[in-house]
């Protein structure tokens, strides 16, 4: 496996890189945790997709600066594009800031996959939501098998009401 700098060197061999070479550069550099420079990248890049929007959240939310994810989510609201927020929600255990995210799921009667229910379950079991979170879990017809582990392992005493 190549270093960061292999990365930083073949990419600035590229002239006028285009928006696939550009968002490639945001994903890996935020999987390598340079978020300075992926920041860089990423402003550097001027028809920004969800791709490289979604790599620059996941990339301060990963490596500690979930706030700055939170951020980068509401600039995306702004402009239109719809993005997962919950990770950053439960990193930070900011319930107020991740239950806006579940009320414009439900608004909009969007269908609530095995990853988002995971999600909605983890963010609302760590910020002390757990009635809400065995909601999710119960109102989800798939319980996926990582879906019923993680509410066993975490929540096994919601069960008691």
Not at 48 to 63: L, S
Request: aromatic content about 10%.
């Amino acid at each position: 496996m190549g270093s960061l700098r292999d990365l930083k060197d073949m990419f600035f061999s590229i002239n006028n890189p285009d928006l696939v070479t550009q968002t490639t550069m945001v994903v890996a550099c935020a999987k390598l945790g340079d978020i300075k420079f992926t920041r860089q990248q990423f402003e550097i890049t001027l028809d920004r997709d969800v791709i490289a929007w979604n790599a620059m959240k996941a990339g301060y939310v990963r490596f500690g600066e979930p706030l700055n994810g939170l951020e980068l989510f509401n600039a995306m609201e702004m402009k239109g594009l719809k993005v997962n927020v919950l990770s950053a929600c439960t990193r930070l255990s900011a319930l107020d800031a991740g239950q806006p995210a579940y009320r414009y799921i439900k608004y909009k009667k969007l269908q609530i996959n095995t990853t988002l229910g995971s999600a909605l379950v983890h963010m609302y079991a760590k910020c002390g939501g757990i009635k809400t979170a065995m909601n999710v879990f119960l109102g989800d017809e798939r319980k996926e098998c990582v879906h019923m582990e993680w509410c066993h392992g975490r929540t096994s005493h919601a069960w008691l009401w």
